[in-house]
């Protein structure tokens, strides 16, 4: 299911610059039919009505639902495959054969992918191997390193970490306390990096800038063993 959720997360993503022309024709029906079905925060609802241009409406609405994660983007699937939808934007017909054609391909082609997505964080994690901090970062580490950052989260979130401010906010939404937030920050960090998420790599992006941190509070992501 997991596997099926993180599919259509990478469908949306491939599709997005298609989706934006063919949603824009009434970017407004999208949104209130992704309202309707809870795809996004009240928050983020009112973020992306405020937007005036039709594209980058269309285009807030589609990053905000799929940051969200698997079950939002399981849903947006769902909706553009709804018969209103289809009716309203007739184009939109290709959708139905996006699933078909992933899942179609049996084990093979699922199995094909997952090896070659393997080998990818095993030869990082070879390299890796090399160097203090190696394999992948877990979530103990990240709770550690929570801790210890303060009021810059947000800083440290988009200039250390490269995380879009708009995922930024629908944290501090989701979650109601400092450590969570941080916390889920550096989790959405690990996720992104995949192979390269390694202690030693949080280490690097957290030791330099004006946003670096006091070497005695980080400096266990870099202990082996």
């Known amino acids: 299911m997991a596997e099926d959720s993180a599919t259509e997360i ?3 993503r491939s599709q997005k610059p ?13 949104l209130q039919h992704a309202d309707a079905r809870s795809l996004l ?18 285009t ?6 799929m940051q969200r994660g698997p079950e939002a983007a399981q849903g947006l699937m769902e ?17 139905k054969n996006l699933k078909v054609n992933t899942q179609s391909s049996g084990g093979k082609e699922t199995s ?8 990818i964080p095993d030869s990082i994690s070879a390299k890796k191997k090399c160097n203090n901090g190696s394999g992948i970062v877990s979530e103990k580490q990240l709770m550690s390193v929570a801790r210890t950052i303060g009021k810059s989260w947000r800083e440290i979130g988009r200039l250390a970490l490269d995380i879009r401010s708009v995922k930024l906010e629908q944290i501090e939404e989701d979650h109601s306390t400092h450590v969570e ?7 959405h960090w ?22 670096m941190l006091p070497p005695e509070s980080i400096d266990f992501l870099l202990e082996t063993g």
Not at 41 to 51: F, P
């Open 190 to 211: 690990s996720a992104l990096q995949r192979g390269n998420a390694t202690p030693a790599q949080l280490h690097s992006l957290l030791s330099q800038g004006d946003w």
């Open 181 to 187: 937030r941080v916390f889920a920050m550096l989790r």
């Open 60 to 65: 807030d609405l589609l990053d905000h639902i």
């Open 41 to 58: 925060s009240r928050h983020a609802y009112q973020q992306v009505k405020s937007c005036r241009v039709p594209s980058e409406k269309v």
């Open 112 to 119: 094909k992918k997952r090896k070659q997505a393997d080998e």
């Open 10 to 12: 990478q469908l949306l």
């Open 79 to 95: 909706l553009l495959k709804d018969k209103h939808l289809q009716e309203t934007f007739p184009k939109l017909d290709f959708i």
């Open 18 to 30: 298609k989706l934006i022309e063919i949603l824009s024709a009434d970017a407004d029906f999208v």
